[in-house]
């Protein structure tokens, strides 16, 4: 099996095992969250992409802009798995759209311990 291959195959499964574990997490929302996030349903929905955003960025030393706006990638992702609950859709939507805000990106990092570690590595 050549190099590339190799790295796909071990990215693939560092993604299934992170799609498992934020399945078994993504019951309620933690404490830190604040707003729009702190509810149970769209705290799952942005969990599923900030672990995509993490896997997906593993080993790069990628920018708080960049990782943000794979972040927003991911979450315009998820619109299509929620158009059929309107409750849902537009609280994405609103996510999306102030992606770039330093306000909901701080709720954001504040929500997902594993994101601020990721954003912060010597924190």
Known sequence: MDRGLRNMTRLLA???GCM????AHAGEPPS?????????????????AVV?????????????DKIFSDLGYWLERKLIWVENDPKL????????????NAEIREQITDCYPGLHK??????
Do not use: W
């Open 52 to 64: 995509y955003t993490m896997v997906l960025n593993h080993g790069s030393r990628a920018s708080s």
């Open 118 to 123: 990721f954003l912060h590595p010597a924190a």
């Open 32 to 48: 830190s969250c604040q707003g729009l996030l702190s509810d149970r349903d769209l705290y799952a929905a942005v969990n599923d």
């Open 14 to 16: 560092v993604a299934l």
């Open 89 to 100: 859709f537009t609280r994405l939507k609103k996510i999306i759209s102030e992606i770039n």
């Open 20 to 23: 498992l574990i934020s399945t």
